[in-house]
């Protein structure tokens, strides 16, 4: 199971600090992406953290302003969204899964999904 929270309504220029906290598998085997979904568009992948904590992967659009980190003794990985567009806004989802981070950009194939987490960008 994957529950995301952290999300909600912020200016354009706010920050946000988004959580997805895994349970029911090991936790530390798996790579973990954030997605997210606005209205009428298809879901597109964000960021995306190895299961070493160490090496990260970024959509071009959030280069620069977003910040994925990870804590497999938590079970939990972050993404640090700062400096937020109202493109930003959309339902924000985390996935788990064993395969290299480079399917971020292929949704479609990650197995396991949180519920996601709401974020608004508006002024």
């Known amino acids: 199971q994957l529950v995301e929270s952290g999300g909600g309504l912020v200016q354009p220029g706010g920050s946000l600090r988004l959580a997805c906290v895994g349970s029911?598998?090991?936790?530390?085997?798996?790579?973990i992406g954030w997605f997210r979904q606005a209205p009428g568009k298809e879901r597109e992948g964000v960021s995306c953290?190895?299961?070493?904590?160490?090496?990260?992967q970024y959509a071009d659009s959030v280069k620069g302003r977003f910040n994925i980190t990870r804590d497999n003794a938590k079970n939990t990985v972050w993404l640090q969204v700062d400096s937020l567009k109202t493109e930003d806004t959309g339902v924000y989802y985390c996935?788990?899964?064993?395969?290299?981070?480079?399917?971020?950009?292929?949704?479609?194939?990650?197995?396991?999904w949180g519920q996601g987490t709401q974020v608004t960008v508006s002024s």
């Open positions: 996935a788990a899964d064993t395969f290299p981070c480079t399917y971020i950009e292929q949704p479609h194939h990650w197995r396991y």
């Open positions: 953290i190895k299961a070493n904590e160490v090496s990260t």
């Open positions: 029911g598998f090991t936790f530390e085997y798996y790579q």
